[in-house]
């Protein structure tokens, strides 16, 4: 191989390796960003809680929730958020999980995580698996049972097609 051969292959190898990086970079960029947006959302949504209670002592009702999400600044990124104020009552700590994102937030740096409101206004991302066992622990049957009816409405399944030749 000569000298030109050589420069023309070292050239494209760092071309795409540079590019690999870039586009690796890009995808996690994204990623912090949509994060980072969620993140403000559900803090907006905390501060509105804590007003809330603050003013009439008790946590607003969801349909009042309902309302005020699509008015909070980033709340696109925050996906569907399951709110449990009505299972929420006096003898409830202050670490009870008040609302979470229903789908885990993915990424290659930081694995599957929810966004999670805590009673006491505390916004985190939780790691999958704890946040499933906290859940589960703070879960009355009653609400379980609940969210199965929630979903098969949401999903009903569709008839199988029958194709004609």
Do not use: C
């Amino acid at each position: 191989m000569n000298r030109r051969q050589k420069a023309i292959l070292t050239n494209t190898a760092t071309v795409m390796v540079v590019t690999a990086i870039a586009v690796v970079a890009m995808i996690n960029l994204k990623n912090w960003v949509n994060r980072s947006e969620s993140m403000r959302a559900m803090e907006g949504l905390s501060r509105i809680v804590s007003q809330y209670k603050a003013k009439y002592g008790r946590v607003p009702p969801e349909s009042y929730v309902d309302e005020i999400k699509e008015e909070l600044e980033g709340h696109a990124r925050l996906g569907d958020v399951i709110y449990r104020a009505q299972w929420i009552d006096f003898e409830s700590k202050p670490d009870e999980i008040l609302a979470y994102t229903e789908q885990p937030r993915s990424s290659w740096l930081f694995g599957k995580k929810h966004i999670v409101l805590r009673l006491d206004g505390r916004v985190e991302w939780m790691d999958e698996r704890e946040f499933k066992t906290l859940l589960t622990k703070q879960q009355s049957s009653q609400e379980i049972e609940m969210l199965h009816k929630e979903l098969k409405q949401a999903s009903p399944p569709f008839p199988n097609p029958v194709f004609s030749p």
